[in-house]
Structures are given as C-alpha cells and as structure tokens.
C-alpha cells in the first residue's frame, strides 16, 4: 500500500517537476528506486531556495551549540524526512549498510542543489 502511493507521488513528480529525471540520473537513481524518487520528489517540492546555507538550515542539518541551543534550532522535519530516504536509498545503493550521518545528509543536498541550478542554466540557455 506505501509503495503504491509512493509510486503515484513519482509519477505525478515525472509530470509536474521539469527535468525531474535528470536531477534523478545525476544521483544515481533508477526508475525502480521508489524510495529515493518518493524522497527526491518531497525534497524538491519543499525546498525552493539555490541556496546551500539557506537549504541547511532550513533542514536543520547543523549542530547548534551553547546553552540554549534547543531553542535556536528550527527546521522543518518533513522536510528532513525526505532527504533521509533519499539519502538513504543512496548509500545503500552504493554498498553502505548504516544510517545517514550529517555530513551524508549535506553531501546528497549539495547534489541536488547544484543539479537544479544546472538545470535551470540549460533551461535559460536554451531558450537563447
């Protein structure tokens, strides 16, 4: 039943996400890997921003320091949830059986960030 809805989120990615693919074959991942769209396509759809910082913070992916630090630190974790199965589905695809550290995690960010920008600079240049 997961798997079926999981399937109609990618499919409706396909559709809806220009270049959605691409960014896919840039991380690896194959028309099978349910899991790793389902996340790509969450994280895709929640992050807006180019920006790297603004995207790590956004997720949450730092360490907050001093006293009151559980104060500061606010992110959005639906967000973070989709990049863990993404991240996920990519370690283990590459042979690495253990959970996703954050140095991981900001790894398969900056993918993703930068295969966006890419994207959009193909799709400016060729409309030139």
């Given at each position: 039943?997961?798997e079926?809805?999981?399937?109609e989120?990618?499919?409706?990615?396909?559709?809806?996400?220009?270049?959605?693919?691409?960014?896919?074959?840039?991380?690896?991942?194959?028309?099978?890997?349910?899991?790793?769209?389902?996340?790509?396509?969450?994280?895709?759809?929640?992050?807006?921003?180019?920006?790297?910082?603004?995207?790590?913070?956004?997720?949450?992916?730092?360490k907050?320091?001093?006293?009151?630090?559980?104060?500061?630190?606010?992110?959005?974790?639906?967000?973070?949830r989709?990049?863990?199965?993404?991240?996920?589905?990519?370690?283990?695809?590459?042979?690495?059986?253990?959970?996703?550290?954050?140095?991981?995690?900001?790894?398969?960010?900056?993918?993703?960030?930068?295969?966006?920008?890419?994207?959009?600079?193909?799709?400016?240049?060729?409309?030139?």
């Open positions: 039943m997961v079926d809805v999981r399937r989120i990618v499919e409706k990615a396909t559709r809806l996400i220009p270049r959605f693919m691409d960014i896919a074959k840039n991380l690896g991942l194959d028309v099978d890997d349910v899991n790793g769209l389902t996340g790509l396509a969450g994280l895709l759809v929640y992050i807006k921003s180019t920006s790297y910082q603004k995207s790590v913070k956004y997720l949450g992916i730092y907050a320091k001093g006293r009151d630090a559980w104060k500061i630190k606010k992110y959005n974790s639906k967000a973070q989709y990049l863990t199965m993404l991240t996920n589905t990519i370690l283990w695809k590459n042979g690495e059986c253990r959970p996703p550290r954050y140095r991981d995690l900001r790894k398969i960010l900056k993918v993703v960030i930068e295969s966006r920008k890419q994207m959009r600079f193909a799709e400016r240049g060729a409309g030139v």
